[in-house]
Protein backbone atom coordinates (compact mmCIF):
# COMPACT_ATOMS: atom_id res chain seq x y z
CA UNK A 1 0.00 0.00 0.00
CA UNK A 2 1.22 3.86 -0.58
CA UNK A 3 2.77 5.84 1.96
CA UNK A 4 0.28 9.25 1.43
CA UNK A 5 2.24 12.27 3.07
CA UNK A 6 0.57 15.21 4.29
CA UNK A 7 1.29 18.35 2.53
CA UNK A 8 2.30 21.54 4.89
CA UNK A 9 0.24 24.60 3.99
CA UNK A 10 1.82 27.62 3.06
CA UNK A 11 1.08 29.17 6.60
CA UNK A 12 2.73 26.07 8.09
CA UNK A 13 5.79 26.52 5.80
CA UNK A 14 5.88 30.31 6.95
CA UNK A 15 5.62 29.94 10.35
CA UNK A 16 8.23 26.88 10.49
CA UNK A 17 11.04 29.39 8.71
CA UNK A 18 9.84 32.25 11.18
CA UNK A 19 10.51 29.54 14.29
CA UNK A 20 13.55 29.01 12.62
CA UNK A 21 14.95 32.82 12.16
CA UNK A 22 13.55 32.98 16.19
CA UNK A 23 16.43 29.64 17.28
CA UNK A 24 13.73 26.87 17.69
CA UNK A 25 14.92 23.38 17.50
CA UNK A 26 13.99 21.13 15.19
CA UNK A 27 11.95 19.10 17.63
CA UNK A 28 10.11 22.11 18.53
CA UNK A 29 9.20 23.05 15.23
CA UNK A 30 8.09 19.76 13.95
CA UNK A 31 5.73 19.63 17.66
CA UNK A 32 4.05 22.85 16.42
CA UNK A 33 3.85 22.44 12.86
CA UNK A 34 3.97 19.17 12.25
CA UNK A 35 6.84 19.44 9.65
CA UNK A 36 9.61 16.84 10.01
CA UNK A 37 13.12 18.11 10.54
CA UNK A 38 14.25 15.98 7.02
CA UNK A 39 11.57 17.94 5.40
CA UNK A 40 12.19 21.49 7.02
CA UNK A 41 15.48 21.50 5.79
CA UNK A 42 14.67 20.56 2.53
CA UNK A 43 11.97 23.63 2.71
CA UNK A 44 15.00 26.00 4.06
CA UNK A 45 16.94 24.99 0.95
CA UNK A 46 14.31 25.71 -1.56
CA UNK A 47 13.40 28.96 0.23
CA UNK A 48 17.33 30.23 0.06
CA UNK A 49 17.09 29.26 -3.33
CA UNK A 50 14.21 31.18 -3.96
CA UNK A 51 15.98 34.77 -2.41
CA UNK A 52 14.84 33.65 1.05
CA UNK A 53 17.46 35.01 3.65
CA UNK A 54 17.48 33.74 7.25
CA UNK A 55 15.81 35.95 9.89
CA UNK A 56 14.02 38.49 7.14
CA UNK A 57 10.64 38.28 5.95
CA UNK A 58 8.89 35.31 4.25
CA UNK A 59 7.40 36.33 1.04
CA UNK A 60 5.08 33.89 -0.34
CA UNK A 61 6.99 33.33 -3.36
CA UNK A 62 9.75 31.71 -0.69
CA UNK A 63 7.00 28.96 0.39
CA UNK A 64 4.85 28.27 -2.26
CA UNK A 65 4.01 25.22 -4.07
CA UNK A 66 6.34 24.65 -6.75
CA UNK A 67 5.34 23.91 -10.72
CA UNK A 68 4.16 19.91 -10.92
CA UNK A 69 5.30 18.00 -13.79
CA UNK A 70 3.58 16.11 -15.82
CA UNK A 71 0.53 16.16 -18.08
CA UNK A 72 -2.10 19.25 -17.64
CA UNK A 73 -5.85 18.70 -17.08
CA UNK A 74 -7.64 18.66 -19.78
CA UNK A 75 -9.88 21.27 -19.77
CA UNK A 76 -14.24 21.08 -20.91
CA UNK A 77 -16.24 23.96 -21.60
CA UNK A 78 -19.42 23.31 -19.18
CA UNK A 79 -22.64 23.13 -21.60
Known amino acids: MPIHRKHSTIAERTQALTLHACGTKYSEIEAITGIKAEAFKQLLRKAKQRGYL ?10 CDGAKSGRPKVITEAI
Open 54 to 63: PGGPVKDEHV
